[in-house]
């Protein structure tokens, strides 16, 4: 099911134009989901509707997961979430200030830096934040 | 570690707005970790917060028995986490509200989702019996009976430590019975 119009199509857009320009200018970008905190797709980058959809509810609930870690250390509150593997990087990066709360989640192969990654993928929240911002 | 003579995971499990996150939060003994996001689908149901990751509480029993109490997401969405949260359960609840629409269908949903009791020991908890047009809590038993399952049916206020309770100590009691080293496992 597509959340789309919950999520105001102006501010969509500008969400879609932002991931195409962070994944055409960072190096090893293989997809990346916006969502929103309680798991639905607001707009993607090169990835199918049901990959998209399945990356959206995966991301909200690790990012729910990172929040009450946080919480529980005393180091409120959770920013981003780096899952490391053998041939590639998973970021859940929290989107400052949208409303409603979402994060970015991007999927990055070997090729990737993940200090660019996160660079780039921090300007591209920032920028989607604005957006969303009311 | 708590200490405790015995120690087991049990899942509460159930549609979205049937009262998961508060059913443990009822019954545990320390607040519970909770991962409460706000909810934009306010068409599936009119509510602020919505659980993405998981609820987690924990509760120590007079006979020594430690209980750690887990709660899933509702919405088929984060089926994911049903079955990472399902491993290694001992025991299932499975909460059903009375007064949504498709109550039945949600209880063979989520029956089945847990293996329909053949895998694991399933307690029903049914809420909201009061509201007009609810289906009675006979309805729900009938409707596992036809498909041959026999499973406890109790209809709960999930607010009330004593109705969770309830249905904690009779999955406590299928799960003995149904393999007895399972408890001090």
Same mark, same amino acid.
């Given at each position: ?19 195409? *320009? ?29 990959? *998209? ?14 929040? *009450? ?25 929290? $989107? ?10 991007? $999927?990055?192969?070997? *090729? ?16 989607i ?6 | 570690?708590?200490?405790?003579? #015995? ?5 509460? !499990?159930?549609?979205?707005?049937v ?7 009822? &019954? ?5 970790? #909770?991962?409460?996001?706000f ?8 509510k602020?917060?919505?659980?993405? %990751?998981?609820?987690?509480?924990? &509760? ?8 750690? =109490?887990? %709660?899933?997401? @509702? ?15 001992? @025991?299932?609840?499975?909460? &059903? ?6 109550? =039945? ?10 293996? #329909? @009791?053949?895998? !694991?020991?399933?307690?029903? @908890?049914? %809420? ?11 309805a729900? #038993? ?5 498909? %041959? ?14 109705d ?5 100590? !009779?999955? =406590?009691?299928?799960?003995? !019975? ?8």
């Amino acid at each position: 099911m597509s959340a789309a119009p919950r999520f105001g199509k102006v501010a969509t857009g500008v969400a879609q134009k932002q991931l195409e *320009a962070f994944g055409q200018s960072t190096p090893g970008v293989v997809s990346a989901v916006l969502l929103s905190a309680d798991g639905f797709e607001v707009a993607s980058l090169q990835v199918g509707k049901s990959g *998209a959809e399945r990356l959206a509810a995966m991301g909200s609930s690790l990012g729910a997961i990172g929040s *009450a870690i946080a919480k529980e250390a005393g180091i409120v509150e959770c920013n981003r979430m780096i899952i490391e593997a053998d041939s590639g990087t998973v970021v859940i990066m929290h $989107v400052p200030d949208a409303k409603p709360p979402m994060s970015l989640a991007i $999927v990055a192969n070997g *090729a990737s830096v993940l200090g660019q990654l996160l660079w780039a993928a921090r300007n591209c929240c920032s920028a989607i934040g604005r957006a969303f911002r009311e | 570690m708590s200490g405790a003579d #015995s120690e087991f995971k049990i899942v509460f !499990t159930g549609p979205m707005g049937v009262g998961k996150t508060t059913a443990i939060a009822a &019954i545990s003994d320390e607040a519970p970790v #909770s991962t409460d996001v706000f909810n934009t689908d306010r068409e599936a149901f009119d509510k602020a917060l919505t659980t993405a %990751g998981l609820d987690y509480g924990h &509760i120590a029993l007079d006979d020594g028995t430690a209980v750690r =109490l887990y %709660g899933t997401p @509702g919405q088929a969405r984060f089926r994911f986490m049903w079955d990472i949260l399902g491993l290694n359960a001992a @025991g299932v609840i499975v909460l &059903i509200d009375a007064s949504q629409s498709d109550a =039945l269908v949600q209880l063979d949903h989520f029956v089945d989702a847990f293996g #329909s @009791g053949k895998r !694991t020991p399933i307690v029903i @908890g049914v %809420g909201r019996l009061d509201h007009a047009g609810a289906p009675p809590l006979d309805a729900f #038993s009938q409707r596992l009976e036809t498909r %041959g399952l026999t499973l406890p049916v109790f209809g709960v206020d999930v607010r009330r430590r004593p109705d969770v309770l309830l249905l904690v100590d !009779t999955l =406590l009691c299928l799960i003995e !019975t149904a393999d007895p080293t399972r408890l001090t496992a």
